[in-house]
């Protein structure tokens, strides 16, 4: 079977660099098919029968799937459904891991055989659905403000749902971590969260510290309380660097109530005191 060749040049607006449209109705003589930009498929409605080359899988509401350039892929209805097709150029996608990631994490996008269908709780859902819709209320003559917009939709996208399966080291079983826990990572970020640690996590989550334990051995490979510790020390090192604030204040701050095993974490992690530390690299 020949496989179809779409080009962005055929519909990508090159002033906004992205495509978007909702389909209800799928051409299977377009399929197999494959183009030179970068597209996200999300399923809405019904059942979406995808493809990589031959793996064929079947996708409820709330899929969430990224196709590269060079991929080979097939999509069908086998039943009313529904989907929403965002486009983008090469050149938006690149420019995006060049300053957010690195060549590294871009590279190792590219070499995967392809990238595994991500699937979105029903508020995630329906949440993204709400900022594609929210697009159509641009004029269509403001061009610069539709290319801001979708690209700030392709970042969120990308670090949200797929960043993680395109750096290898976090990669177990391509099982993606339950909403519970990535809604529990992403709120630990604030300070006052981080300081209280594993009590915060407990509250918050409401899961046992034995759920919470198992859960991050297997989706990230370490303990809770490891990662809350490099947060930590990360704080601390920013803090040394970007502040004139004293040590032991921003130590405190981020819920070491140890001194010792603070200053232990520290100098295995920056192979200096914090004091040597914040000499030798705030000119820097």
Not at 65 to 76: E, N, T
Not at 130 to 143: E, F, G, N, V
Not at 155 to 180: D, G, K, M, T
Not at 221 to 244: E, F, G, K, W
Request: net charge neutral; glycine share 4%.
């Amino acid at each position: 079977m020949s496989v179809n060749m779409i080009s962005a040049i055929q519909f990508i607006d090159p002033e906004t660099e992205n495509h978007y449209a909702y389909h209800t109705v799928i051409d299977t003589r377009q399929f197999p098919q494959i183009h030179d930009f970068y597209e996200i498929t999300l399923v809405t409605d019904g059942t979406l029968s995808f493809s990589f080359e031959d793996q064929a899988m079947d996708m409820p509401v709330g899929s969430l799937i990224f196709v590269r350039p060079g991929d080979i892929h097939s999509k069908a209805f086998p039943r009313p459904s529904g989907h929403i097709n965002l486009a983008f150029a090469p050149e938006a996608v690149i420019n995006l891991f060049e300053y957010l990631y690195d060549k590294k994490t871009y590279s190792f996008m590219l070499n995967r055989s392809h990238c595994p269908p991500i699937l979105l709780s029903g508020s995630e859902c329906q949440l993204l659905q709400q900022k594609i819709r929210s697009l159509s209320l641009i004029p269509p003559d403001k061009k610069s403000e539709a290319r801001i917009r979708l690209r700030l939709l392709l970042a969120e996208l990308i670090n949200s749902y797929f960043i993680e399966f395109f750096h290898q080291e976090a990669i177990s079983n391509n099982v993606r971590p339950p909403l519970w826990l990535r809604q529990a990572l992403d709120e630990i970020q604030k300070l006052d969260n981080l300081s209280e640690g594993m009590d915060f996590l407990r509250e918050y989550s409401g899961k046992t510290t034995e759920h919470i334990c198992r859960s991050f051995r297997k989706y990230y490979h370490t303990t809770p309380s490891a990662y809350i510790n490099t947060r930590r020390l990360n704080y601390v090192a920013n803090m040394l660097l970007h502040s004139d604030r004293e040590i032991l204040d921003i130590v405190y701050e981020t819920g070491f109530q140890n001194i010792s095993y603070f200053y232990q974490l520290f100098r295995h992690t920056f192979h200096d005191s914090p004091r040597r530390f914040r000499e030798k690299n705030r000119g820097n």
